[in-house]
């Protein structure tokens, strides 16, 4: 009877403009019915309010809340044939109201997002019809009221339900179809909740994520001043950390696009980026997309960083973005500024931002204390990667390049990593991290005489660093002449001395690096700064190291480095003319430090044709106590002599009458040999020493070119020989010490 009679009751209330008799059926099918504490009266009910609504025809869109808030109760129902009724009903209403259901969207997607979860597959097929008649609406109108409805999505898109989550995101795709609706501009309100979807066990709704991501990232690359970049950078920091490979491919994916179309908007992101970006570079192949773009990501976000960020008035930048956060926020929440700086309102982001190809620059604040903070950080961990090692040091070195000012701020507190990652397992690690030092060594940024961390006045001696002079010469004692030709060129700093100071510090605690890397590092550093400079100042800080054992394995180290290496090519041949002032004074710098070891001493004298110095050396080693090592030197010194390097020194055993110190020098070494292999090479080489008689020429009459050269060189040997006496009687006491503790040890243990 009531669906027979209703439809016609109300249609006569309509005739008549009757509002408030339609208002009292459907009060009475909603209250008495609807809302019934009986089933088939709640199924009456709202069979009857879909007729009145068929009977409301156009009129319908008057009564909307009247007619879906009784239905959408019913969708709560315990009886799942009652929610089955609850979805036909209300999509016959939807179904004759059309457009005029937008007003109340919010309430019918929440009802239908609950119903999408729902167990019963014939309320779950019911709610399926209700959804897609829903969309088609929303598709063909522009009324639709997007800023309403975030809100909602956004509270909603956070569910664990996979059908609710597939409902939320087929709604989202809907939305990103329909031209008129712009769902970017709300894109940072739901794109978190849209990377909790993509880890989704479900392979069909990870896959709608992605296409509804993918479709985003498609509208972002075409407006890019449309989108608010800066809001959803920490986004994407959080996600590219995910554990989920999908997740953190496709957070790492955005990165590398916001990077590449926002530029610098991105910068005061770079800390928090980094973090997430840097150890991705160490993955293996397993992970190979994901390493490949965080390539790129790490490369771009470098090339952001520009000389102008080392301006120290910042006050003239014409845009300001947040500041860097502090590692425990870099990862939740837009960066902050720093200390000293108030915090900025993130909406100056969201004005569009101009992306035309000009010269005009997006001004920026480089905060460099995050981006070091978390380089700093990465290096201290053991547990990274090679290539993200790698990637750190690649840094410090741009940022050292890019804004020397600023980092020298920091270089107190990364100085003492970076000489701890010399003794890194890998030799790509160590040129980078030495490439890094020798720019700190010598930028002009790093002068700090008479101020800063690097004044003799405000370092004190650590654990790990050793006390640094304002000047190198300051360290020497009044008669020491060395110290009168300490390194002070301008390509140097006050950070090179104290580099080189800490560099031996570190030789002299790890033994090991200094045997299996020493050699390389010093070679390495030859090559970066300048080889005058590090020779110079090395011999002029082991001339007062009182651990005499280290010196002389150091000095023995050097000059091995001296005599073979091919990137002091240019010094050797410095050092063997003695023809400047400077040539001079480093080799008496050299020398006095050489004179730790007694055989690399005389090898030096070889090397700068000294040969009566090297001779009167060789006398002197009858008063020395010849050890096992000591004639181990010796054989090698021979073997060295044999080589290409000392091919003018073979050359010159041909003019015996201008070089009569060279062959005695020579039998010296042989007279001090055993009978070896080392004895028969040397004696086989001075066997072939000519007659003197037979090589008379016409021109012997002449001033030998060697001799005119020692006279010009106005060096005093005599007092040269008088310190390498000094030096070796307290090397000699050195090891009766040692021999003496060794004695009362084993008397101990005997005991």
């Known amino acids: 009877v009531l669906s027979s009679s209703l439809p016609r009751l109300v249609r006569e209330f309509v005739a008549q403009n009757n509002a408030s008799q339609i208002k009292h059926v459907i009060q009475i099918l909603s209250q008495e019915f609807a809302l019934s504490q009986h089933p088939h009266s709640r199924k009456g009910g709202l069979i009857g309010l879909a007729a009145c609504s068929i009977a409301l025809g156009k009129d319908s869109g008057l009564y909307l809340k009247e007619l879906i808030e009784p239905v959408l109760t019913c969708f709560n129902d315990a009886d799942s044939r009652l929610r089955y009724y609850a979805c036909e009903a209300l999509y016959n209403i939807v179904k004759?109201?059309?457009?005029?259901?937008?007003?109340?969207?919010?309430?019918?997607?929440?009802?239908?997002?609950?119903?999408?979860?729902?167990?019963?597959?014939n309320v779950k097929s019911g709610s399926e019809l209700l959804d897609r008649l829903l969309k088609d609406i929303v598709t063909e109108s522009?009324?639709?009221?997007?800023?309403?409805?975030?809100?909602?999505?956004?509270?909603?898109?956070?569910?664990?339900?996979?059908?609710?989550?597939?409902?939320?995101?087929?709604?989202?795709?809907?939305?990103?179809?329909?031209?008129?609706?712009?769902?970017?501009?709300?894109?940072?309100?739901?794109?978190?909740?849209?990377?909790?979807?993509l880890g989704d066990n479900s392979k069909e709704i990870r896959k709608m994520c992605e296409v509804a991501l993918g479709?985003?990232?498609?509208?972002?690359?075409?407006?890019?001043?449309?989108?608010?970049?800066?809001e959803m950078a920490n986004i994407l920091v959080i996600h590219c950390q995910a554990a989920d490979d999908l997740i953190q491919l496709t957070a790492m994916c955005w990165m590398r696009e916001f990077i590449q179309l926002a530029g610098r908007v991105m910068l005061p992101y770079s800390s928090g980026i980094l973090t997430a970006v840097l150890p991705c570079l160490s993955y293996d192949d397993r992970k190979k997309n994901i390493k490949e773009v965080a390539n790129v990501c790490n490369q771009s976000l470098m090339k952001l960083v520009i000389p102008e960020d080392d301006e120290m008035d910042e006050a003239k930048q014409s845009m300001t973005l947040p500041a860097e956060p502090t590692s425990e926020e870099s990862v939740s929440k837009p960066e902050t500024a720093s200390s000293g700086e108030s915090e900025l309102d993130i909406t100056a982001l969201n004005q569009p931002l101009s992306f035309p190809c000009s010269s005009e620059r997006i001004q920026v604040t480089l905060n460099l204390d995050g981006i070091v903070q978390v380089l700093d950080c990465h290096l201290h961990d053991t547990s990274i990667g090679m290539m993200t090692r790698i990637a750190v040091l690649k840094w410090l070195y741009h940022l050292y390049i890019k804004t020397p000012r600023k980092m020298f701020r920091h270089t107190d507190s990364l100085f003492p990593i970076l000489l701890r990652t010399l003794s890194d397992e890998s030799d790509e690690v160590i040129l980078k991290d030495l490439e890094v030092l020798a720019e700190i060594a010598s930028s002009p940024a790093g002068q700090t005489e008479g101020h800063g961390p690097s004044d003799g006045s405000d370092v004190r001696p650590g654990p790990v660093e050793l006390h640094i002079p304002a000047r190198a010469g300051q360290l020497s004692s009044s008669g020491m002449k060395a110290l009168e030709c300490s390194p002070s060129t301008p390509t140097m700093n006050s950070y090179f001395y104290k580099f080189m100071i800490n560099l031996l510090k570190r030789f002299s605690s790890e033994r090991k690096l200094l045997e299996t890397r020493g050699a390389f590092i010093i070679r390495q550093l030859c090559l970066l700064l300048?080889?005058?400079?590090?020779?110079h100042s090395m011999a002029d800080i082991l001339l007062r190291e009182e651990d005499l054992k280290f010196a002389s394995t150091m000095v023995h180290t050097l000059n091995t480095i001296l005599l073979t290496s091919s990137e002091l090519f240019q010094l050797r041949n410095q050092l063997k003319d003695l023809k400047t002032p400077e040539s001079r004074n480093l080799f008496c710098c050299l020398y006095r430090s050489w004179c730790h070891n007694p055989v690399t001493t005389v090898s030096l004298c070889f090397l700068t044709q000294n040969y009566k110095h090297a001779y009167d050396l060789i006398q002197k080693f009858g008063d020395l106590e010849v050890t096992v090592d000591f004639l181990t030197e010796v054989d090698k010194l021979v073997q060295l002599i044999e080589c290409p390097i000392f091919t003018y020194l073979r050359l010159q055993l041909l003019d015996v009458k201008n070089n009569p110190y060279l062959i005695k020098a020579l039998y010296g070494l042989l007279m001090l040999l055993p009978q070896s292999s080392a004895f028969q090479l040397l004696s086989h080489r001075l066997q072939c020493v000519p007659n003197p008689e037979l090589m008379q020429t016409a021109d012997s009459t002449k001033p030998s070119a060697g001799f005119k050269r020692m006279t010009a060189s106005n060096i005093d040997y005599t007092e040269l020989l008088q310190h390498f006496e000094k030096v070796q009687n307290k090397h000699l006491e050195a090891r009766h010490q040692r021999a003496g503790r060794a004695e009362q040890l084993d008397r101990r243990v005997i005991l």
């Open 142 to 197: 522009n009324q639709f009221d997007l800023v309403g409805f975030i809100p909602l999505l956004r509270e909603r898109i956070y569910s664990n339900n996979q059908y609710a989550r597939q409902f939320i995101i087929s709604w989202i795709l809907v939305l990103e179809s329909v031209p008129d609706i712009n769902l970017l501009d709300y894109l940072p309100e739901i794109l978190d909740g849209l990377f909790q979807i």
């Open 96 to 121: 004759v109201a059309r457009g005029s259901v937008l007003p109340h969207f919010n309430v019918l997607f929440d009802g239908l997002s609950k119903l999408a979860a729902d167990p019963d597959p």
């Open 215 to 230: 479709e985003f990232l498609k509208e972002i690359k075409k407006n890019p001043s449309s989108v608010k970049f800066a």
């Open 530 to 535: 300048n080889a005058e400079n590090i020779f």
